[in-house]
Nanobody, 114 residues
Framework: QVQLVESGGGLVQAGGSLTLSCTAS????????MAWYRQAPGKQRDLVAT???????NYADSVKGRFTISSDNAKNTMYLQMNSLRPEDTAVYYC????????WGQGTQVTVSS
């Protein structure tokens, strides 16, 4: 069974940068879309960024110009580069892959201090 494993979370000062990675334990076929979500304490899980076939990306308004989603198929990995981080970005971040079924990462904590 394929698993998605996240890494790269941690504590960072406001204005700093952090890069998250999400690696699949095996190849996933027929991928429709890959995405990053985040969930702050007591809040719903919200979509942050998506990347589809052809490298087409979309971002939530709150992260446009600051975050970049990318993927490296040779490494079975996708990334979320986060720049100019704000305290409001504090959340658990989850990677997501939709193919013949949906796959979720275990979540990684990102905390931005002021």
């Amino acid at each position: 069974q394929v698993q998605l494993v996240e890494s790269g979370g941690g504590l960072v000062q406001a204005g700093g940068s952090l890069t998250l990675s999400c690696t699949a334990s095996g190849s996933i076929s027929t991928i429709t879309v890959m995405a990053w979500y985040r969930q702050a304490p007591g809040k719903q899980r919200d979509l942050v960024a998506t990347i589809a076939r052809g490298g087409i990306t979309n971002y939530a308004d709150s992260v446009k110009g600051r975050f970049t989603i990318s993927s490296d198929n040779a490494k079975n990995t996708m990334y979320l580069q986060m720049n100019s981080l704000r305290p409001e970005d504090t959340a658990v971040y989850y990677c997501y892959v939709l193919s013949r079924r949906a796959y979720w990462g275990q979540g990684t904590q990102v905390t931005v201090s002021s």
